[in-house]
């Protein structure tokens, strides 16, 4: 008969090995990791991850383990360096580039207004002098010290 605490250390042991066999990847599938999949080498690999368990390994020793053995890609969750650094940052870089394209093309507009108005007027386009310095003049300048903040 088992007892109470051997019951324990099982359902221990077996959470343990379901949550380690949740992010590794089946070799064979793909796809699935080796707790969804019932090919042989998903068998084996929950076997050994069991036993490795029962050994007294800890998880990350575990992990460590089945990644020298089967290459970085056994693994659902990829490790953060240069190599794939790239992307993990992409996102943000694409966003930050369209924002700045975003922000760049309003204010281009906002100053191209005076400009387009005055040509209408005049009915002649202007000179690039006579641009630059419409811009000057009608370009409102920068706020003086105003804080987000209330109270400061």
Same mark, same amino acid.
């Given at each position: 008969?088992?007892?109470?605490?051997?019951?324990?250390? +099982?359902?221990?042991?077996?959470?343990?090995?379901?949550?380690?066999?949740?992010?590794?990847?089946?070799? @064979?599938?793909?796809?699935?990791?080796? @707790?969804?999949?019932?090919?042989?080498?998903?068998? =084996? *690999? +929950?076997?050994?991850? +069991?036993? @490795?368990?029962?050994?007294?390994?800890?998880?990350?020793?575990?992990?460590?383990?089945?990644?020298?053995?089967?290459?970085?890609?056994? =693994?659902?969750?990829?490790?953060?360096?240069?190599?794939?650094?790239?992307? /993990?940052?992409?996102?943000?870089?694409?966003?930050?580039?369209?924002?700045?394209?975003?922000?760049?093309?309003?204010?281009?507009?906002?100053?191209?207004?005076?400009?387009?108005?005055?040509?209408?007027?005049?009915?002649?386009?202007?000179?690039?002098?006579?641009? @630059?310095?419409?811009?000057?003049? *009608?370009?409102?300048?920068?706020?003086?010290?105003? /804080? /987000? /903040?209330?109270?400061?």
């Amino acid at each position: 008969m088992a007892t109470e605490e051997d019951v324990k250390q +099982r359902q221990i042991i077996e959470s343990r090995a379901r949550n380690i066999s949740h992010n590794v990847r089946c070799t @064979e599938c793909g796809s699935q990791s080796i @707790e969804d999949s019932q090919a042989d080498i998903a068998i =084996l *690999l +929950r076997k050994l991850i +069991r036993d @490795e368990i029962k050994s007294g390994k800890s998880d990350k020793e575990i992990y460590k383990k089945l990644q020298a053995d089967y290459g970085e890609t056994i =693994l659902y969750t990829p490790k953060f360096d240069l190599q794939t650094a790239a992307i /993990w940052l992409s996102p943000v870089i694409v966003g930050g580039v369209a924002a700045g394209v975003w922000a760049y093309q309003k204010h281009r507009q906002r100053t191209n207004v005076h400009i387009m108005a005055l040509n209408l007027v005049r009915g002649v386009p202007l000179t690039p002098r006579e641009k @630059e310095t419409m811009l000057d003049v *009608l370009t409102p300048p920068p706020p003086a010290n105003k /804080w /987000w /903040w209330p109270g400061k």
